[in-house]
Antibody, heavy 113, light 112 residues
Framework: EVQLVESGGGLVQPGGSLRLSCSASGFTFSSYAMHWVRQAPGKGLEYVSAISSNGGSTYYADSVKGRFTISRDNSKNTLYLQMSSLRAEDTAVYYC??????WGQGTLVTVSS | DIVMTQTPLSSPVTLGQPASISCRSSQSLVHSDGNTYLSWLQQRPGQPPRLLIY???NRFSGVPDRFSGSGAGTDFTLKISRVEAEDVGVYYC?????????FGQGTKVEIK
């Protein structure tokens, strides 16, 4: 059974940093691209970032480009999202997604002073 | 980026009655491999999104057969044949034909 468990969310001040993790199991993690999608409170889904299976290729939405860094550790079956220069508009639940099929439970990031 | 437009944005439905949601894309979702990567997601209150339908009309594992998807090219539809109480939530169409994935605005299904 595929499982995706996000962690690392919390309250952070504007301009601060946070690193999200997604621990994956139930599939061959190193063989697949992985994705982050976020959802602001009461809003729809926004695609944030993606990384290829070997980490060699990455994608960022314009809204986070230059501030967020996606990475992965295939030896640990873990996906990361390093977020810096955080803004109030980054407040959202961040979901780790596999193939567009499997979604984690999400981790809430709140950017507020 | 491909823009996904859903209608209606809200759908009050009587229990046991059908519901239908439309999704239109700003360009064809037919991939060069011949597949159309249009999915439907359900998000119940307080829950993460859950895949219902993939590649237009294929029900994901465990999805009741009252859910069906149809369409082609740029126009797609999700139908619920008889709405049940557990179907309350927000439904999103999503395209994965072209990077980046994009989503419709969401349609809220609620019981009258």
């Amino acid at each position: 059974e595929v499982q995706l468990v996000e962690s690392g969310g919390g309250l952070v001040q504007p301009g601060g940093s946070l690193r999200l993790s997604c621990s994956a199991s139930g599939f061959t993690f190193s063989s697949y691209a992985m994705h982050w999608v976020r959802q602001a409170p009461g809003k729809g889904l926004e695609y944030v970032s993606a990384i290829s299976s070997n980490g060699g290729s990455t994608y960022y939405a314009d809204s986070v480009k230059g501030r967020f860094t996606i990475s992965r550790d295939n030896s640990k079956n873990t996906l990361y999202l390093q977020m810096s220069s955080l803004r109030a508009e980054d407040t959202a639940v961040y979901y780790c997604v596999f193939l567009g099929v499997h979604w984690g439970q999400g981790t809430l990031v709140t950017v507020s002073s | 980026d491909i823009v996904m437009t859903q209608t209606p944005l809200s759908s009050p439905v009587t229990l046991g009655q059908p519901a239908s949601i439309s999704c239109r894309s700003s360009q064809s979702l037919v991939h060069s491999d011949g597949n159309t990567y249009l999915s439907w997601l359900q998000q119940r209150p307080g829950q993460p999104p859950r895949l219902l339908i993939y590649k237009i009309s294929n029900r994901f594992s465990g999805v009741p057969d009252r859910f069906s998807g149809s369409g082609a090219g740029t126009d797609f539809t999700l139908k619920i044949s008889r709405v049940e109480a557990e179907d309350v939530g927000v439904y999103y169409c999503m395209q994965a034909t072209q990077f980046p994935w994009t989503f419709g605005q969401g349609t809220k299904v609620e019981i009258k």
